[in-house]
């Protein structure tokens, strides 16, 4: 997966001015130029991604802005790829498209789980996401299965590592039918009878018309990737099921391991190396956004036990997860009082 290149539409204005927000502010915020979004698509790395969302939120000021927006989303403002899944003939099978192309336009990739009678939706992050576009894109899910049906569709739960006050909880569960549960994942999951429901909006012929475009665009991202981008990419997948090995991650990437170790030694690195550094930054990126305990943050990282995951993060930054939590949680705060 490539660090930029995440395509942001025409529609993104829209939503904003819908929105009532200030485009010129939000993109200054931003530290974004101020015409960015006057001149059609654009490409954006990780951090202007979230950069702009975290201007919105600022701008705005709207303690429950997923939920706001999720009530003005209209298929008029969906970027082209997720347009192209209202084509699609029900949920299930719009999220199955979505997560093959997702990462064009944005810095996730999506799990589609059906099992047990029920499809869940699961969101993995390349980096730290602002917490308002993290709940925006699970709402987003409600909003996309009540456009497509007409119908109104409500999950059977939604998970995220985020603790709201009891009106802001609320507020949420009035939008979504249930409120959102405390967990270690960002998560939607809804019955198979709602993800089986037909889509009103089902276009099968002009869903035959995006695709080639977005397979294209797919092609020329991966092949702009660097393979340690792509091995950060599959370990995100990966390591919450311990699958944390080159023999799993090559197979993930459809290559041997004796190629893929070859790729990273051209460019100057090793798969081990990766694997360092992607945990690590997942380990901080869940000790300062979550109240998630040791233990499961070991869990995520695919370690078979608390202790080693205590031991390699000593390693990684010479202290101890609990000191890191401290201190992260003490510059945030005097973040937001300066």
Known sequence: MSSGGYMLGPSARALLVDLGASVPTVLRRARLPEGLLAHGTVELTSAEYYALWQALADDLGDEVLPVTIARVLTAEVFDPALFAALCSPSLALAAGRIAQYKRLIGPLRLEVEASGGSTKIELLWVDRPPEVYALTELLFWVALARIGTRGEVRPLQLTAPVRQSREVRDQYA??????????????????????????????????????????RRLADL??????????????????????????AVARQLAISTRTLQRRLQLE??????????????????????????????????????????YRAFHDWTGQTPEAVRIAENRSSAEGVRT
């Open 174 to 215: 009035e939008y979504a039918g249930i409120p959102i549960t405390y967990g270690p994942r960002w998560s939607i999951t809804f019955n198979d009878r709602d993800a089986n429901r037909p889509f009103l909006t089902a276009n099968e012929r002009m869903w035959d018309s995006f695709e080639p475009d977005l397979r």
């Open 222 to 247: 991966d092949r702009a990737s660097t393979t340690a981008e792509l091995v950060h990419a599959a370990l995100l997948e990966l390591l919450p099921a311990g699958a944390a090995t080159m023999s």
């Open 268 to 309: 100057s690195t090793a798969f081990q190396t990766v694997l360092r550094t992607t945990r690590e930054s997942l380990a901080r990126h869940y000790l300062s956004s979550s109240a998630m305990s040791a233990a499961e943050i070991a869990y995520l990282l695919g370690y078979d036990d608390t202790t080693s995951f």
